[in-house]
Antibody
Framework: EVQVVESGGGSVQRGGSLRLSCRSF????????MNWVRQVPGKGLEWVSYIGIDFRTIYYGDSVRGRFTISRDKDSLYLQMNSLKDEDTGMYYCVRDDGAAGFDPWGQGTLVTVSS | QSVLTQPPSVSGAPGQRVTISCTGNSSNIGAGHDVHWYQQLPGTAPKVLIY???NRPSGVSDRFSGSKSGTSASLAITGLQAGDEAHYYC????????????FGGGTKLTVL
């Protein structure tokens, strides 16, 4: 079964840092572009960041640019989150970029809670 | 404020047909980028419902269909069932500087 599994979420103080990880199962992650998408509890989806198969083509959403860093290695995807704000609280999903087939599959998500 | 605009909610009785609109602009949908639709059932992660504007993944009912025209796209659901009650999100791509993907704000479908 093709799937991705996130880890690394948890509670962190405002201004702190957290590193999320994502592993692939059933496919070779290095053959695909990957994304992080987040969702504030009870709210909609927000695209956060993209990394291409060349490891160098990278994009960020306006709300996280300068604070978050996406990276990857052969089998894993990462999101280094620094200077965390209250509004960064939410479920973070690792999502394979399946090109013309959209974002698929989605992981179960890892919850990040930022508090004072 | 989401880049793509969706109605916050739609509703319909079992067996009826509903549509959900997704409106963008000339830098995303209007630029020719594909639109994908995702269904998020309560307590679960989103899953692809329609990809490439009109295509259904294997296993998705043909009661779901997608279309795209100009700067907008639509998702239609026919023969509404209680199990269709969920949030639906459209997604596309954007030519704006350093932006890759954009989502709609989501639409909550209620089956009456």
């Amino acid at each position: 079964e093709v799937q991705v599994v996130e880890s690394g979420g948890g509670s962190v103080q405002r201004g702190g840092s957290l590193r999320l990880s994502c592993r692939s199962f059933g496919f070779t992650m290095s053959a695909y572009s990957m994304n992080w998408v987040r969702q504030v509890p009870g709210k909609g989806l927000e695209w956060v960041s993209y990394i291409g198969i060349d490891f160098r083509t990278i994009y960020y959403g306006d709300s996280v640019r300068g604070r978050f860093t996406i990276s990857r290695d052969k089998d894993s995807l990462y999101l280094q989150m620094n200077s965390l704000k209250d509004e960064d609280t939410g479920m973070y999903y690792c999502v394979r970029d399946d090109g013309a087939a959209g974002f698929d599959p989605w992981g179960q998500g890892t919850l990040v809670t930022v508090s004072s | 404020q989401s880049v793509l605009t969706q109605p916050p909610s739609v509703s319909g009785a079992p067996g009826q047909r509903v549509t959900i609109s997704c409106t963008g602009n000339s830098s995303n949908i209007g630029a020719g980028h594909d639109v994908h639709w995702y269904q998020q059932l309560p307590g679960t992660a989103p899953k692809v419902l329609i990809y490439g504007n009109t295509n259904r993944p294997s296993g998705v009912s043909d009661r779901f269909s997608g279309s795209k025209s100009g700067t907008s796209a639509s998702l239609a659901i026919t023969g509404l069932q209680a199990g269709d009650e969920a949030h639906y999100y459209c997604q596309s791509y954007d030519n704006s500087l350093n932006i890759y993907a954009v989502f709609g704000g989501g639409t909550k479908l209620t089956v009456l």
